[in-house]
């Protein structure tokens, strides 16, 4: 763990315990945490496997889709009540949200 420990943020923002306190803190105000493993292909990295976290306020319904009640808060719930799928407000620097701003991300990324 500890030569993957400055590897750890898909940002190279921060280490591998400063991305367990970010998480230990989002679950603590928002009641989830949202972690996306990624596989990067960077020479420089001596692992592929990063971390991405993404902040829950970023959950979000997309426009039309409000009345459907499969999906909460940006959530698609399943027929178990299994989260499926996940969609995300980007956050693009200078730029308004709107629909061509968002992004959906599955739950098992073999459902893709």
Known sequence: MEKMTPYADA????????????????????GEAIILPMMLDNPDRPYSLALQVIESDRLDTPPGMQGDRSIRSGVRIGDKGEPVSYSFKRRIRGYPLHKTNRTRVYRDSAKK
Request: avoid cysteine; aromatic fraction near 10%; proline fraction near 0%.
């Open 11 to 30: 940002g190279a923002r921060m280490d591998f315990y400063e991305i367990q306190q970010l998480i230990d803190r989002q679950i603590l105000e928002n």
